[in-house]
């Protein structure tokens, strides 16, 4: 049996081979195929191996590889379910942070747009920020793999989860409106060029907006977030 897998980390040629000599060595591998490109890793088993196994085998520091399903037989349905389950967690995080943000403003004893979309905008940067550094270094490497500036940059992937800090706690105090809309704008949407470009291309690539603890796959729900920031930062310049 032959399962395709993406893998983030690698940089260059010797990590390629570090990773092949490695994943080679796993039992019950009888053939390795490793790239740079998506799938990055296409290995032939006479048993299955389980992910888990191969990710222990690659250590727990640059390499994270997750299996891209692309062989795996399954109906319409199950797809459609398998799909829905994974992006879960961002439902719930973006379910969350609106209805805490919409009570806030009723208890204030009324709904004020602008306040509103602040206090979201808040939530989210400061949620999503928490995720990606609880292992900032994989996410920098996730995130490398679409987002146009990481890839020219690298070590803008290190320093992104505290832009995103930085302009939730800007929501938050109400500091420089106009500036952190303007921030949040040219940021999110240099974000949802590199995500539209990857879906474009049909990359199978994991999506680094809730770092790599939850495993979520690249799709139009993260070019929606992306895009709804986005959004909301344009309504706020122009109802300022």
């Given at each position: 049996?032959?399962?395709?897998?993406?893998?983030?980390?690698?940089?260059?040629?010797?990590?390629?081979?570090?990773?092949?000599?490695?994943?080679?060595?796993?039992?019950?591998?009888?053939?390795?195929?490793?790239?740079?490109?998506?799938?990055?890793?296409?290995?032939?088993?006479?048993?299955?191996?389980?992910?888990?196994?191969?990710?222990?085998?690659?250590?727990?520091?640059?390499?994270?590889?997750?299996?891209?399903?692309?062989?795996?037989?399954?109906?319409?349905?199950?797809?459609?379910?398998?799909?829905?389950?994974?992006?879960?967690?961002?439902?719930?995080?973006?379910?969350?942070?609106a209805g805490v943000t919409l009570l806030a403003q009723l208890a204030t004893g009324g709904f004020h747009l602008m306040h509103w979309m602040g206090s979201f905008m808040a939530g989210f940067f400061i949620v999503f920020s928490?995720?990606?550094?609880?292992?900032?270094?994989?996410?920098?490497?996730?995130?490398?793999?679409?987002?146009?500036?990481?890839?020219?940059?690298?070590?803008?992937?290190?320093?992104?989860?505290?832009?995103?800090?930085?302009?939730?706690?800007?929501?938050?105090?109400?500091?420089?409106?106009?500036?952190?809309?303007?921030?949040?704008?040219?940021?999110?949407?240099?974000?949802?060029?590199?995500?539209?470009?990857?879906?474009?291309?049909?990359?199978?690539?994991?999506?680094?907006?809730?770092?790599?603890?939850?495993?979520?796959?690249?799709?139009?729900?993260?070019?929606?977030?992306?895009?709804?920031?986005?959004?909301?930062?344009?309504?706020?310049?122009?109802?300022?």
């Amino acid at each position: 049996m032959t399962h395709e897998y993406n893998i983030t980390g690698m940089t260059c040629m010797g990590c390629v081979s570090s990773v092949k000599q490695r994943l080679s060595a796993v039992p019950g591998i009888t053939e390795a195929t490793v790239s740079l490109t998506a799938p990055q890793g296409t290995l032939t088993m006479n048993k299955h191996v389980p992910t888990a196994i191969l990710q222990e085998a690659l250590g727990n520091g640059k390499y994270v590889i997750t299996d891209t399903q692309a062989t795996m037989p399954v109906s319409a349905a199950t797809a459609t379910e398998t799909k829905s389950d994974s992006y879960y967690p961002i439902f719930l995080i973006f379910g969350y942070i609106a209805g805490v943000t919409l009570l806030a403003q009723l208890a204030t004893g009324g709904f004020h747009l602008m306040h509103w979309m602040g206090s979201f905008m808040a939530g989210f940067f400061i949620v999503f920020s928490c995720f990606k550094l609880l292992n900032l270094q994989a996410f920098a490497q996730g995130y490398r793999t679409y987002d146009v500036v990481a890839k020219a940059l690298p070590g803008y992937g290190y320093v992104y989860p505290f832009i995103e800090l930085a302009l939730g706690i800007a929501y938050i105090t109400e500091f420089a409106p106009m500036a952190t809309n303007i921030t949040t704008l040219v940021v999110m949407g240099i974000s949802t060029v590199g995500v539209a470009q990857s879906l474009a291309k049909k990359n199978v690539i994991q999506c680094a907006c809730l770092g790599t603890i939850i495993k979520l796959p690249l799709s139009k729900v993260t070019l929606f977030e992306d895009m709804l920031m986005v959004a909301m930062s344009i309504a706020m310049l122009a109802l300022a």
